[in-house]
């Protein structure tokens, strides 16, 4: 699986930093504690960075999903 923000050009490197962690599934507790910042911090930088308008995008390879088995033609 590959995570990829589109428009993360447009972001701050802390902004960039909160969003990757918001994303991944950690709570304002959890990104204070890695990034050393205050929990109003990171939700000013988050809405900052949702305000620029960046998008996640998730890439799973096909065989993760189980769509590209038997490719060849055969239905096993």
């Known amino acids: 699986m590959k995570i990829e923000i ?19 599934g950690k709570s ?7 990034l050393k910042i205050s ?13 620029k308008g960046y998008e996640v995008v998730i890439v799973l390879p096909g065989d993760v999903l189980g769509i590209f088995e038997g490719e060849d033609g055969s239905d096993e």
Do not use: H, P, W, Y
């Open 6 to 24: 589109r428009g993360a050009e447009k972001l701050s490197f802390r902004e960039r930093q909160v969003v990757v962690l918001k994303e991944m």
């Open 28 to 34: 304002t507790e959890e990104i204070s504690r890695i």
């Open 39 to 51: 929990a109003s911090t990171i939700a000013t930088l988050f809405n900052r960075a949702r305000s």
